[in-house]
Each structure stands twice: as structure tokens, then as C-alpha cells.
T-cell receptor, first 116, second 110 residues
Framework: GAVVSQHPSRVICKSGTSVKIECRSL??????MFWYRQFPKQSLMLMATSNEGSKATYEQGVEKDKFLINHASLTLSTLTVTSAHPEDSSFYIC????????????FGSGTRLTVV | EDQVTQSPEALRLQEGESSSLNCSYT??????LFWYRQDPGKGPEFLFTLYSAGEEKEKERLKATLTKKESFLHITAPKPEDSATYLCAVESGGSYIPTFGRGTSLIVHP
């Protein structure tokens, strides 16, 4: 089955620093990947749609300059949280679906970001 | 705008006590309805995709059904390891962006 690898699984960083999260589709190609944020005991909040070879599409209220998304290849998308602050602490999850074939979206295992 | 409402928000069952989770949706042209399971601290795990009313899919103790307005996830004789949050999502029309419900938190007591 389709596998999405997300790294790191946990990261602690100091306020003001930047953190990069990687999302890789291991056995399929994806022109589109999605980045979500999830608060405790709440559902997934879509942050942005990552498009291979073009700019990401951000949801309303999500700061483009703070959450930088790069989708450089058909198997890799990255989310960089720039100048992180404690309020950015959250669980970040990516997802993707194979270009060919139907079925559901495959999610990464998530990244727990803690900004201290 | 697509809308997905899941009920109940939380459900506690005894081991072996069968029940159903509901996902009501409003979309303009359903492309697909998805069910996921999410364990704490992990990403959602894909369970089923349903495409048209009347369709049913099964996996072990889980069975998903679909009508034109809602989907049910039936859990037969659940075990403690079935405890998780179950998420429902829909994809509609020309959009490939799924809309998620808030989920049902299921706890199965031994």
C-alpha cells in the first residue's frame, strides 16, 4: 500500500528558530500533498495544499511567510516553520494520494513540534 | 461549501457491545467518502473509501455503509484495541481537497 514518511516525529526548538518538516511518498508519486495542523482533541485543520513545481495554496488565516512550503519533486514536500513561537507548538501532519489510482489519502505519522 | 458532521463526539462501549458511528454530509456532487482511524499522537490510518449510495465495505470488525446523506461505521463485537478516534471525510465535485469531520472518540472497555 501507499506509504508516506514524515520526519521528524518530534522536535523541540527555541523561540525564534526555524524548523523543517519533511513529507515523502515512498512508493508513489504525488503532485499534491496536504499539510494539516491538529490541536489536542480536535480534528484536522488544513493549512495548505502543496503543489509540485508551483506555489502552495494556503488556507485563509495561515501566514505564508511563517509556514513555508516547498514541493520540489513528486515525492517530497517540506514545511518550514520560520521564527517559531510557543503558539506554533502543535501536531503537524501531511497527506498525499497517488497520481494514479483511486482510494483514500495516506497520512504521515505526524510531527509534534514544541517551541520553548 | 461541503460540510461533515460526525456523531456522537464520544462513545464508550463494553467489549463485545456492537454500535455505530454516524457521518452526515452535505456536498455538491460526492466524489468519495473516506473513513480513517487515528490513534493518539499518530497520523490518521486509512480504512475505507465509499463512492456511491448503497455501497458497503468491510474490514475485520468494521463495516462502512453509505447513503445519499450519511455514512455509518458499524463496529461489531469491538475489542479494546478498537479504541481510537474515527474520522470521516468527503471529497466533492472538482475539488481534490477533502473536508474532515471532527471525529468520534471511541473507547472500548475490557
Amino acid at each position: 500500500g501507499a506509504v508516506v514518511s514524515q520526519h521528524p516525529s518530534r522536535v523541540i526548538c527555541k523561540s525564534g528558530t526555524s524548523v523543517k518538516i519533511e513529507c515523502r511518498s515512498l512508493d508513489f508519486q504525488a503532485t499534491t500533498m496536504f499539510w494539516y495542523r491538529q490541536f489536542p482533541k480536535q480534528s484536522l485543520m488544513l493549512m495548505a495544499t502543496s503543489n509540485e513545481g508551483s506555489k502552495a495554496t494556503y488556507e485563509q488565516g495561515v501566514e505564508k511567510d511563517k509556514f513555508l512550503i516547498n514541493h520540489a519533486s513528486l515525492t517530497l514536500s517540506t514545511l518550514t516553520v520560520t521564527s517559531a513561537h510557543p503558539e506554533d507548538s502543535s501536531f503537524y501532519i501531511c497527506s498525499a494520494r497517488p497520481i494514479l489510482g483511486g482510494g483514500g489519502y495516506t497520512f504521515g505519522s505526524g510531527t509534534r513540534l514544541t517551541v520553548v | 461549501e461541503d460540510q461533515v458532521t460526525q456523531s456522537p463526539e464520544a462513545l464508550r462501549l463494553q467489549e463485545g457491545e456492537s454500535s455505530s458511528l454516524n457521518c452526515s454530509y452535505t456536498v455538491s456532487g460526492l466524489r468519495g467518502l473516506f473513513w480513517y482511524r487515528q490513534d493518539p499522537g499518530k497520523g490518521p490510518e486509512f480504512l475505507f473509501t465509499l463512492y456511491s449510495a448503497g455501497e458497503e465495505k468491510e474490514k475485520e470488525r468494521l463495516k462502512a455503509t453509505l447513503t445519499k446523506k450519511e455514512s455509518f461505521l458499524h463496529i461489531t463485537a469491538p475489542k479494546p484495541e478498537d479504541s481510537a478516534t474515527y474520522l470521516c471525510a468527503v471529497e466533492s465535485g472538482g475539488s481534490y481537497i477533502p473536508t474532515f469531520g471532527r471525529g468520534t472518540s471511541l473507547i472500548v472497555h475490557p
